[in-house]
């Protein structure tokens, strides 16, 4: 086998198998860390929770899709209706322990891996146009 040959960024092993790159490594080494983390182990938990309640997962799946249509609309009129229509579902599915667990720790996932992601993006220069 060679010894002398200069390291190269090629990922490919060409003695039979593939070899990680470095940030490969990293993003699987940061997945773990995320998955054995707090936050992550509280979500598993809370999602567990509600999972167990029958017909609960749904209800809040369906406040879920309506979160993110009142997010996404852009007709005035519309919006008012998708947010009464929010509003009455969370009145009473917020009145249920395990739904407040779950929400609260699905937000806090969501806001450590937005941390993360801007984290990276501060740290790398991407020379991106801007869009406007």
Not at 79 to 84: C, I, P, S, T, W
Not at 87 to 115: G, H, T, Y
């Amino acid at each position: 086998m060679e010894t002398d040959k200069e390291k190269s960024d090629d990922s490919s092993n060409h003695y039979g198998g593939i070899k990680m790159s470095f940030v490969e490594t990293c993003t699987e080494m940061l997945v773990s860390a995320i998955k054995n983390g707090s936050v992550y182990k509280e979500y598993c938990a809370a999602l567990k929770a509600v999972q167990q309640i029958p017909g609960l997962k749904d209800q809040v799946d369906e406040i879920r899709r309506l979160n993110y249509r009142v997010q996404n609309i852009s007709e005035e009129a519309k919006l008012y209706e998708e947010m009464d229509k929010l509003d009455k579902k969370m009145e009473s599915l917020s009145q249920i322990l395990e739904v407040n667990r779950f929400l609260d720790a699905e937000l806090a996932l969501c806001r450590q891996l937005q941390d993360i992601g801007t984290a990276i993006h501060q740290g790398i220069h991407l020379d991106v146009p801007d869009l406007s």
